[in-house]
């Protein structure tokens, strides 16, 4: 069954600005750490953004930073991603992703640290 649905995705032009929300509708996951994640056609999957669980701490990956801002609201039990200034090789394929488990401190950006998954949006940035 599904856990977490991102949403949001689309196609922009170069410069544009997209913002993916992740529905986690049973807050199940409102205690820990979530991601976003993307893949990019032909690469492997890399991780973007991350946010621990009360938002006091934030992770980007460095193509990122300045561009994209990760937030979380527990009260709706959702992770968004707003992405501004939006480039061609932002295209991909984008997943938010859960941790299930308390680390300390949290690993934010090990792929293998996230055991719940979306299905994916598609972000396509036109030049």
């Known amino acids: 069954q599904v856990q977490l649905v991102e949403s949001g995705g689309g196609l922009v032009q170069a410069g544009g600005s997209l913002r993916l929300s992740c529905a986690d509708s049973?807050?199940?996951?409102?205690?820990?750490?979530m991601a976003w994640f993307r893949r990019a056609p032909g690469k492997e999957r890399e991780f973007v953004a991350a946010?621990?669980?009360?938002?006091?701490?934030?992770s980007y990956e460095d193509s990122v930073k300045g561009r994209f801002t990760i937030s979380r609201d527990h009260a709706k039990g959702t992770v968004s991603l707003q992405m501004n200034s939006l480039k061609p090789e932002d295209t991909a394929v984008y997943y938010c992703?859960?941790?299930?488990?308390?680390?300390?401190?949290?690993?934010?950006?090990?792929?293998?640290?996230?055991?719940?998954w979306g299905q994916g949006t598609q972000v396509t940035v036109s030049s």
């Open positions: 992703a859960a941790q299930y488990e308390y680390e300390m401190p949290p690993n934010l950006q090990d792929m293998t640290k996230y055991h719940y």
């Open positions: 049973r807050r199940r996951f409102i205690t820990f750490p």
């Open positions: 946010i621990n669980w009360d938002a006091s701490v934030t």
